[in-house]
């Protein structure tokens, strides 16, 4: 696991009081006081949170310390209960060209715009972007739904043509999935 970063946001005093305890706590303490600061050294870590005394509204991964005095066995707890969400989250969302898969909330969005998808759908977008090459129809019968291959069946086709559909109809995007002579694939922009 990545270290853990605390970047401590124009709230000098607590920088001050968690510098003491390094030792005992398993972060690392920045202390930031500008947002330009602050934006170059999100962009250089993989797990952060931000901790400040008010909110600021363009600041993702945020917690608010505004509950004074607090002990400060609950507030590494608090932190912790952080992480665990920032992870939570981030693991719940796949990246896909410009579209991002929130698999909790089953929805392809992309910007403001956003598709409610059934969990076969997800399953087989998320199917076909991990796979390195043409996906067969035979082998998402298998993988996404189980079925035996020497069972007649459409339905792969079927689901393919309806998810396509709905992709062109919000998105306007009909490349999306698309279908090479041994099955279908997410092309993936470099």
Same mark, same amino acid.
């Given at each position: 696991?990545?270290?853990?970063?605390?970047? /401590?946001?124009?709230?000098?005093?607590? +920088?001050? /009081?968690? !510098?003491? $305890?390094? $030792?005992?706590?398993?972060? %690392?303490?920045?202390?930031?006081?500008?947002?330009?600061?602050?934006?170059?050294?999100?962009? =250089?870590? %993989?797990?952060?949170?931000?901790? *400040?005394?008010?909110?600021?509204?363009?600041?993702?991964?945020?917690?608010?310390?505004?509950?004074?005095?607090?002990?400060?066995?609950? $507030?590494? !707890?608090?932190? %912790?209960?952080?992480?665990?969400?920032?992870?939570?989250?981030?693991?719940?969302?796949?990246?896909?060209?410009?579209?991002?898969? =929130?698999?909790? *909330? #089953?929805?392809? +969005?992309?910007?403001?715009?956003?598709? #409610?998808?059934?969990?076969?759908?997800? %399953?087989?977008?998320? +199917?076909?972007? #991990?796979?390195? @090459?043409?996906?067969?129809?035979? !082998?998402?019968?298998?993988?996404?739904?189980?079925?035996?291959?020497?069972?007649?069946?459409?339905?792969? !086709?079927?689901?393919?043509?309806?998810?396509?559909?709905?992709?062109?109809?919000?998105?306007?995007?009909?490349?999306?999935?698309? *279908?090479? @002579?041994?099955? +279908?694939?997410?092309?993936?922009?470099?």
């Amino acid at each position: 696991m990545s270290a853990q970063n605390i970047i /401590i946001y124009k709230f000098k005093t607590l +920088y001050y /009081i968690l !510098e003491e $305890l390094r $030792l005992n706590l398993k972060f %690392n303490f920045i202390c930031l006081e500008n947002e330009t600061s602050l934006k170059n050294e999100v962009k =250089n870590l %993989n797990s952060h949170l931000i901790i *400040s005394n008010k909110k600021n509204s363009n600041i993702g991964n945020q917690f608010i310390l505004n509950d004074k005095p607090i002990n400060i066995f609950q $507030l590494v !707890e608090k932190i %912790n209960s952080e992480f665990l969400k920032i992870q939570f989250n981030n693991q719940s969302e796949v990246k896909i060209n410009d579209y991002t898969v =929130n698999l909790n *909330s #089953r929805e392809l +969005y992309m910007k403001n715009t956003k598709l #409610r998808l059934t969990e076969k759908e997800i %399953n087989t977008i998320i +199917y076909l972007f #991990r796979s390195n @090459k043409p996906v067969s129809i035979e !082998e998402l019968q298998d993988k996404v739904w189980n079925y035996q291959s020497d069972i007649e069946t459409h339905t792969v !086709e079927t689901h393919i043509y309806r998810l396509r559909k709905k992709i062109l109809n919000i998105f306007n995007d009909n490349q999306f999935i698309f *279908s090479e @002579k041994n099955g +279908y694939k997410i092309k993936v922009k470099l």
